[in-house]
């Protein structure tokens, strides 16, 4: 059932990542504000494919129990709900039932019941697999076009949740303490919240979401802990920090975060329109946002997240100084890679890989970088190998390692000396390479249907 409508809501974020830490007199602040609910979330694709492809954590299951004992005692003493968007990092199964397992523990030494749910976002590969025969998965942004080999080599696959999910749950279980959802849209669980309590503009309630997610990074300087305050047209934010505030060129600049173009925001079941949105000042420290616009669109989808494993890595890093070497280091890397592939067919085929990044020297842009002339005083070489085996990987890479020391170039002053390498041993094996094997869109039934729940009560 939904919840009586309430004039104002008032949502607290206490930072943009679950288990990256929370100050603790900031976090009371919230609380002591009023807060209605605590939204935090919990996972993102931004440290790539292999949390996905290996079942890893975002975090250390010390640092999630952490913020979660402070978080949990302060919805203790409102009574209000805890939603926790995209559990664990990617979202898996497994990882919405080990943090649900990290808040038993509290709860069992607070002496303190709970009443959990959690929502699931695991997609079994038959079903893809007949979607996309059916052409109902499609390329996000710039993602190639699927495969079935992509969707069988998938480690893990999950579907990005909508509000419909969570929503459910708060309605058919209004007296749930925590929420704990796999993979989600992130301003999911606000918008659920929001829509229980009569807020009736998605645009509002979704607009808000996507700042709040990335906690108090709208504000100046960039914080941790902020505070919503919701209406029915428009919402308020305010950092729980006193030596920060958020200034509607902060906000308005965090609202274009994460974007391909910044007045459209693509997500489930529509799009939010920002062309209209404005930023008034309410204090010194808070800022009024409204007239954002949610546009559904014709079908509903959602983001499949599918990664595989695509071989082994090994690395070594180094630097180099000489400048006869630095000013011709380009074509020096490319003399070394010819040698490599003559030597291994696995190269030359492309079973395996070999990659240099020269930090100092177009090392983040790469071709992109547009002073492409500039000669720096040293460079730092870090290389990689990919290869189906990791003896074949520290192969490759031991290999390469020693063409960067010894291979000859011309204007050589020394035969030797001229690749310092900082780390003994100088190849260090990384193990398992995933990539995203799946970024696309699929279409659905109904919102719900990829997305079951369970209930759990904690004593």
């Not at 035969?415 to 100088?426: E, I, S, V, Y």
Request: proline fraction near 8%; glycine fraction near 10%; charge should be negative.
């Amino acid at each position: 059932m939904t919840k009586e409508p309430k004039s104002e809501l008032k949502i607290l974020t206490p930072v943009g990542m679950l288990g990256y830490g929370i100050p603790e007199a900031d976090f009371w602040r919230g609380i002591d504000a009023g807060a209605d609910a605590v939204v935090v979330d919990a996972g993102s694709t931004d440290p790539g494919p292999y949390l996905l492809g290996l079942g890893k954590m975002i975090v250390a299951e010390s640092a999630l129990e952490r913020d979660l004992e402070l978080i949990l005692a302060g919805c203790r003493k409102n009574r209000i709900p805890l939603l926790i968007g995209s559990a664990g990092g990617p979202g898996i199964a497994r990882h919405v039932d080990e943090t649900i397992a990290v808040i038993a523990r509290i709860a069992r030494r607070a002496g303190q019941p709970l009443k959990v749910a959690a929502i699931y976002a695991d997609v079994d590969k038959a079903l893809v697999h007949k979607r996309f025969g059916a052409g109902q998965v499609t390329p996000c942004a710039s993602a190639p076009e699927a495969t079935a080999n992509d969707i069988e080599t998938s480690e893990h696959i999950v579907a990005q949740m909508g509000v419909e999910p969570i929503l459910k749950v708060l309605r058919e279980h209004p007296d749930v303490d925590v929420v704990v959802a796999g993979r989600a849209y992130d301003p999911a669980p606000y918008a659920a919240f929001c829509m229980l309590h009569g807020i009736e503009d998605p645009g509002i309630f979704w607009h808000m979401g996507k700042i709040m997610e990335c906690g108090a990074n709208c504000a100046e300087p960039k914080g941790r802990v902020i505070l919503a305050t919701v209406r029915q047209d428009s919402f308020d934010l305010e950092p729980m920090n006193p030596l920060e505030r958020c200034t509607p060129l902060s906000v308005a600049a965090h609202t274009l975060y994460e974007k391909t173009r910044p007045d459209l925001l693509s997500g489930p079941g529509g799009v939010l329109d920002l062309n209209g949105a404005t930023y008034v000042p309410i204090t010194e420290r808070s800022v009024r946002v409204s007239g954002s616009v949610f546009r559904p669109t014709p079908k509903y989808l959602v983001k499949l997240e599918g990664a595989a494993i695509a071989g082994q890595r090994t690395v070594f890093i180094g630097g180099i100084r000489d400048p006869i070497l630095v000013g011709q280091i380009d074509s020096f890397l490319e003399g070394v890679k010819r040698r490599l592939h003559n030597v291994y067919p696995e190269l030359r085929s492309g079973e395996a890989q070999i990659h240099f990044h020269v930090y100092g020297k177009n090392g983040v842009m790469g071709a992109l970088e547009p002073e492409k002339d500039f000669v720096p005083l040293e460079v730092g070489i870090l290389g990689e190998v990919t290869a189906p085996t990791q003896d074949l990987a520290t192969a490759i890479c031991s290999n390469a390692r020693i063409g960067v020391l010894h291979m000859p170039y011309p204007g050589q002053m020394a035969t030797a000396g001229n690749f310092a390498l900082p780390l003994n041993p100088m190849e260090n094996p990384i193990g398992p390479v995933c990539r995203f094997s799946l970024y696309h869109l699929m279409e659905v039934e109904s919102p719900l249907e990829l997305f079951p729940y369970r209930i759990e009560e904690l004593a």
